[in-house]
């Protein structure tokens, strides 16, 4: 047996991923498989034949390179895989102790971490309340879709992932279940199962939905997706698809980039992601987590609700400009600042 230091990068790039492969979502492992094989594929150029030729310079060499290719948030998680492959190799004892520590994993300028792009509170109160009010579109899948996730601020994966039964009309909420054994998996497992309450008028419009325009199938393990398709239950992208239709502003008023609806190409199936205007479901969990905190809910309720740590909402989702965060959410206490006294 080969001892651990003559594995090829290739081989231990395998291994490292078949090893995550039981600690991550199907998502989550394409993202290491690919970040890996862009760095393995690099070592291969560069004759690197095993890990044990892996140094702080040959690490300093590669993020030059991709440095010079990436945006910095980018740069950012690319380095950090790479630190935690290095660091799988040293648990296996195939380089030395503390080499991930010359991983470089290079900081984010502030404001760069993600995208600022949402769907604004302002586009989705246009949008849900043409779709309340229309009854040609009431309760239709893009209606209850955008109800959903706005309300909800879940992630794509984790409404694809809802069944007919996760929805409670009566108790007026929808539970998220982990089922990674039939093809859905939430983010963070079962970490990631809740309840979540819903709004009287987010609870009728998914009851609409699935009295009038549900698609009766069932997907590939005999389960009744809540929002299905002909052919059972819809794929993440055409979930993306769905939501990009439904977050159109031609929808509710005249397109703000002067086109005519009945002849624009964005309105096509294919098409809508391309408008300037329309939404993917991160940027509508995006929007709705910054509509929570403008509205005061409780920052430990909306991390239960949404899924996701304080932390991380403050820092990736919680897109409120300074003076809204102002007007929304501190000028209402300015009284208590007062010193006349009652």
Known sequence: MDAPAELSPRDAWDRYVSRRS?????????TYHYRLKLFVEWCEENNIQTVSEFS?????????????????????GE?????????????????????????????VPEGEEASDVKLSTEDARALLTYY????????RKHHALLELLWHSGARLGAVRGLDVRDFDEHAKLVTFTHRPESDTPLKNKRHGERAVALHDEVVD??????THHRWETHDDHGRQ???????????????RVWCYQATLP????????????????FTEFNSASKCPSSRSPHQVRTGSITWHRDCEFPRSVTSERVNASQRVIDRHYDKS?????????RRPHLDKLSLDDE
Request: charged share 30%; aromatic share 8%; hydrophobic share 25%.
């Open 250 to 265: 031609c929808l509710h008023s005249d397109c703000p980039h002067g086109h005519e609806r009945e002849t624009c190409e």
């Open 22 to 30: 039981t600690e991550t979502t199907a998502g989550s492992q394409k």
């Open 132 to 139: 309340r009010n229309n009854e040609d579109v009431y309760g």
């Open 205 to 210: 419009a998914i009851s609409n939905y699935l």
């Open 225 to 239: 997706p809540l929002f299905s398709t002909a052919k059972g239950r819809p794929s993440r992208n055409t979930i």
């Open 56 to 76: 702080g310079w040959l690490f300093e060499q590669y993020e030059s390179k991709r440095a010079g290719e990436l945006a910095a948030s980018t740069l950012n």
């Open 79 to 107: 380095m950090q895989t790479i630190k935690n492959f290095v660091e799988y190799l040293e648990r296996i004892e195939a380089v030395d102790e503390d080499l991930s520590e010359k991983v470089h994993v290079p900081i």
């Open 321 to 329: 400009t300074h003076r809204d965060r102002m007007e929304h959410r």
